[in-house]
């Protein structure tokens, strides 16, 4: 569980949430929610090839080993088209995962559902 959730969360967590009612045709909708992780054939061996997450969701049946010859295609026709491609080093995903994670997490707590704080009131 573990080794599987540090390969998908720096793929998506941190990456624009698409409202349903949006209207964006399938391509732009997985670009701009997917991010890669740069960094050579150990990254593609650590990820197991999802490291190429945009392409992946774009032909999700392509072997990944073709990925990357996919990613340059890809790249070449967002940036034709001002389409958004992130692509990050895997340090550097971590911490937007950390970041996300975090304005998430804090933003719904509330320190007098505490017992100890709620005693002492709101000020």
């Not at 990357?68 to 992130?86: E, F, G, K, L, N």
């Not at 996300?100 to 804090?106: D, I």
Request: charged residues 20%; aromatic residues 12%.
């Amino acid at each position: 569980g573990v080794y599987m959730g540090a390969s998908f969360a720096p793929n998506h967590k941190g990456m624009p949430v698409i409202a349903a009612s949006a209207k964006l045709d399938f391509f732009s909708k997985q670009v701009r929610t997917s991010r890669n992780i740069r960094g050579g054939w150990w990254a593609t061996w650590l990820m197991g090839g999802l490291n190429y997450q945009i392409e992946h969701h774009l032909f999700p049946s392509m072997p990944r080993p073709h990925l990357a010859r996919a990613r340059i295609i890809v790249q070449d026709y967002c940036t034709r088209h001002a389409v958004p491609y992130t692509e990050t080093s895997l340090g550097e995903s971590y911490r937007i995962v950390i970041r996300y994670l975090n304005r998430v997490g804090l933003g719904a707590r509330d320190p007098f559902d505490c017992p100890v704080a709620a005693q002492f009131g709101r000020r």
